[in-house]
């Protein structure tokens, strides 16, 4: 039996306060560990950064609110890794301060304590509050249109119709996952009265103007950027191939119990089966959270099955998650209690042991966690001994195959260095560095070639007139991982058309190199 009853007890001020406490505490908790943090910012932290340096309605792969974001924090706090990942903390904090008065829209004070401490404490919690990543803005945006949303429900005026246009507009310029709340609203304009009521009217219409004003210049950022954003994200489905991956279904499935927590994930689907199952015997704020959980739930399933999905790619889906199970666990039987008091209690202490670990490499290495932390460390070991073969020979340019390395030689590469430059894999680019600092076709001095990817090593020779060896890198990470490079000078560079015949060519002899490698 998964539904419960409303309890609408009256508001308590000690439950308020408890909340006030809970997440300000934690949000000043993690922002000192911020400041106290050694760890340098990974590869996507850095593309973003590189793009706060200048502001935009759009960038290749991600609308532009991480970058906005980015630069209002580093103008203030300083240039450093605490300003660029400052914004994720507050963020988090807001999300969880928004589910705290959802729920007591809902239901009560109590719940609102319990949904904002599940919120913040669930395992995904631990590694978003300490990064700066897309998902950060777009949960905040999501938790504040679901906000607003209640609130236009039980007779909300104009300030809760703005407030649901301002949640949506912002909310897709930090992710486009923001398609699923739409999805959601859509739903509950099927399903639920109150929600009609409550937008198909002026204020709804203000709503919705309001969301369209905001995206709109991303949109023509889009058209004017051959639609870089969109393709990316359409790109990233990967829909080519053979369409029935089981094996990726499952893993997707696995990750959501990393991402919302084992117990929590079980429980959340066994709620939601039984809201199917019993839907018109189900209160109708029961059916409103389902309907902005299930789309975003189901759809990247199918994604996975398709062909692939990350653990994250349904993150917004725990928003409403989290208020569904928090009022599911306080009530009822006492073993729901068991659960949520548990849950939190394991989650807490995973969390601050991975904590731990992470910023003591030898315990990550007495736990074989090498390959968890290989892509934080050593970053600018690694940049200065770029730096330093760079200075062999008079280089125009050092060019990078792998956009990662590029963008973190961009943040902790010396300014002294020769300029730094893309080789493209494919006909056009298929990612921001690519399109912003790609090597010139027809450039002819030296360049020096810093490789990562061994595969692409023999095709970037046929794009030279010259192509020699130079030595190689290898940079010390945790335990026995290294990161490794091979170098080599290369001079005339004028690219082999990438057409149907070169792309199977490759294709074959990447294969066949794999193959005899495995």
């Given at each position: 039996?998964?539904?419960?009853?409303?309890?609408?007890?009256?508001?308590?001020?000690?439950?308020?306060?408890?909340?006030?406490?809970?997440?300000?505490?934690?949000?000043?908790?993690?922002?000192?560990?911020?400041?106290?943090?050694?760890?340098?910012?990974?590869?996507?932290?850095?593309?973003?950064?590189?793009?706060?340096?200048?502001?935009?309605?759009?960038?290749?792969?991600?609308?532009?609110?991480?970058?906005?974001?980015?630069?209002?924090?580093?103008?203030?706090?300083?240039?450093?890794?605490?300003?660029?990942?400052?914004?994720?903390?507050?963020?988090?904090?807001?999300?969880?301060?928004?589910?705290?008065?959802?729920?007591?829209?809902?239901?009560?004070?109590?719940?609102?304590?319990?949904?904002?401490?599940?919120?913040?404490?669930?395992?995904?919690?631990?590694?978003?509050?300490?990064?700066?990543?897309?998902?950060?803005?777009?949960?905040?945006?999501?938790?504040?249109?679901?906000?607003?949303?209640?609130?236009?429900?039980?007779?909300?005026?104009?300030?809760?119709?703005?407030?649901?246009?301002?949640?949506?507009?912002?909310?897709?310029?930090?992710?486009?996952?923001?398609?699923?709340?739409?999805?959601?609203?859509?739903?509950?304009?099927?399903?639920?009265?109150?929600?009609?009521?409550?937008?198909?009217?002026?204020?709804?219409?203000?709503?919705?103007?309001?969301?369209?004003?905001?995206?709109?210049?991303?949109?023509?950022?889009?058209?004017?950027?051959?639609?870089?954003?969109?393709?990316?994200?359409?790109?990233n489905a990967n829909w080519g191939g053979d369409l029935f991956h089981p094996a990726e279904l499952?893993?997707?499935?696995a990750g959501q119990l990393g991402i919302f927590g084992p117990a929590f994930f079980i429980v959340?689907?066994?709620?939601?089966?039984?809201?199917?199952?019993?839907?018109?015997?189900?209160?109708?704020?029961?059916?409103?959270?389902?309907?902005?959980?299930?789309?975003?739930?189901?759809?990247?399933?199918?994604?996975?099955?398709?062909?692939?999905?990350?653990?994250?790619?349904?993150?917004?889906?725990?928003?409403?998650?989290?208020?569904?199970?928090?009022?599911?666990?306080?009530?009822?039987?006492?073993?729901?209690?068991?659960?949520?008091?548990?849950?939190?209690?394991?989650?807490?202490?995973?969390?601050?042991?991975?904590?731990?670990?992470?910023?003591?490499?030898?315990?990550?290495?007495a736990f074989h966690l090498e390959n968890s932390t290989k892509r934080i460390r050593a970053w600018?070991?690694?940049?200065?001994?770029?730096?330093?073969?760079?200075?062999?020979?008079?280089?125009?340019?050092?060019?990078?195959?792998?956009?990662?390395?590029?963008?973190?030689?961009?943040?902790?590469?010396?300014?002294?260095?020769?300029?730094?430059?893309?080789?493209?894999?494919?006909?056009?680019?298929?990612?921001?560095?690519?399109?912003?600092?790609?090597?010139?076709?027809?450039?002819?001095?030296?360049?020096?070639?810093?490789?990562?990817?061994?595969?692409?090593?023999?095709?970037?020779?046929?794009?030279?007139?010259?192509?020699?060896?130079?030595?190689?890198?290898?940079?010390?990470?945790?335990?026995?991982?290294?990161?490794?490079?091979?170098?080599?000078?290369?001079?005339?560079?004028?690219?082999?058309?990438?057409?149907?015949?070169?792309?199977?060519?490759?294709?074959?002899?990447?294969?066949?190199?794999?193959?005899?490698?495995?």
């Open positions: 039996m998964v539904e419960f009853r409303q309890n609408n007890p009256q508001w308590s001020w000690t439950w308020g306060r408890a909340a006030l406490a809970l997440i300000l505490g934690i949000a000043l908790t993690r922002i000192v560990a911020l400041a106290l943090n050694p760890i340098e910012l990974y590869a996507d932290e850095s593309q973003y950064w590189v793009w706060s340096l200048q502001l935009d309605w759009g960038y290749f792969s991600k609308p532009p609110m991480i970058a906005w974001l980015i630069r209002l924090m580093t103008t203030i706090f300083g240039d450093t890794e605490f300003g660029v990942r400052l914004a994720s903390p507050l963020l988090h904090s807001a999300t969880a301060s928004f589910l705290f008065l959802s729920a007591r829209k809902l239901w009560d004070a109590r719940t609102g304590f319990w949904a904002a401490l599940i919120y913040l404490t669930i395992p995904s919690m631990w590694i978003s509050g300490a990064i700066i990543s897309t998902d950060v803005p777009a949960m905040c945006a999501w938790s504040a249109g679901l906000y607003a949303l209640l609130r236009l429900r039980d007779g909300g005026g104009w300030g809760s119709a703005v407030g649901l246009g301002l949640a949506i507009g912002l909310g897709f310029l930090s992710k486009y996952v923001l398609i699923y709340f739409v999805l959601g609203l859509g739903i509950c304009l099927v399903i639920d009265a109150p929600t009609r009521h409550a937008l198909l009217n002026l204020r709804g219409a203000l709503a919705m103007l309001i969301a369209a004003a905001l995206l709109t210049p991303n949109i023509l950022w889009n058209a004017a950027h051959d639609f870089a954003t969109v393709s990316h994200t359409a790109a499952f893993e997707f499935l959340l689907l066994a709620i939601l089966g039984g809201i199917v199952w019993r839907f018109r015997a189900t209160l109708p704020d029961s059916r409103l959270l389902a309907a902005f959980i299930l789309p975003a739930l189901l759809t990247v399933s199918a994604q996975a099955f398709i062909s692939r999905a990350h653990a994250n790619w349904a993150g917004a889906a725990y928003i409403a998650a989290t208020l569904l199970i928090a009022a599911f666990l306080l009530r009822g039987p006492a073993w729901r209690r068991g659960v949520l008091y548990g849950s939190i209690a394991f989650h807490t202490a995973l969390g601050l042991f991975m904590t731990v670990v992470v910023v003591n490499p030898p315990l990550v290495e600018q070991e690694t940049a200065d001994a770029i730096s330093q073969a760079s200075t062999a020979a008079d280089y125009s340019a050092i060019v990078f195959d792998d956009r990662n390395i590029f963008h973190q030689m961009q943040r902790y590469g010396s300014d002294t260095n020769p300029s730094l430059a893309m080789w493209l894999r494919y006909s056009g680019p298929v990612n921001h560095a690519e399109q912003e600092w790609p090597l010139d076709d027809g450039h002819l001095a030296p360049v020096l070639i810093v490789s990562h990817r061994p595969l692409e090593v023999a095709k970037m020779r046929e794009d030279f007139d010259q192509f020699d060896a130079a030595g190689s890198v290898s940079i010390a990470l945790d335990g026995d991982k290294t990161r490794e490079f091979t170098l080599w000078r290369a001079q005339g560079y004028h690219r082999i058309e990438r057409d149907q015949a070169y792309e199977a060519y490759w294709q074959a002899v990447d294969a066949a190199v794999q193959a005899g490698d495995g």
